[in-house]
């Protein structure tokens, strides 16, 4: 591996608790190539599904990954057990709604949401 560093074994946990991995990665390999290889092995029938990888969010102890940073840069090494592997956490943004769909609902009336009534 470059520079004779080991490599790191992740495993990505999605939000139904289902993984994708465990697999090795070499240490420069950057945020943004994990959220490619996510993307590409991402389960065909999940309900929620990632259009591209500015829909994911990777999370390693509780901090979100920049895109331009290394494995090696973004790892905590604090709890940590040697040779173990590392659970990443992906979120998925939600859909965004186009902006036709938002004006109608801006604009269409605003309704009672509870069932009382007024006296």
């Known amino acids: 591996m470059a520079g004779g560093k ?33 993307l590409s092995r991402w389960p065909q029938d999940k309900e929620i599904t990632p259009k591209s990888v500015n829909d994911l969010k990777l999370i390693n102890a509780g901090r979100i990954l920049e895109n331009n940073r290394t494995l090696a840069e973004s790892r905590v090494p604090v709890g940590e057990v040697p040779g173990g592997v590392i659970t990443m956490h992906v979120v998925v943004r939600p859909p965004q709604a186009d ?10 009336p605003k309704q009672n949401r509870c069932g009382c009534t007024i006296l």
Not at 17 to 28: A, C, F, L
Not at 99 to 108: G, P, R, T, V
């Open 99 to 108: 902006k036709n769909s938002e004006k109608q609902l801006a604009n269409s």
């Open 6 to 38: 080991e490599p790191i074994e992740v495993k990505f946990r999605l939000f139904d608790g289902t993984d994708i991995g465990p697999s090795k990665y070499d240490p420069s390999t950057t945020i943004s190539a994990l959220k490619e290889l996510i």
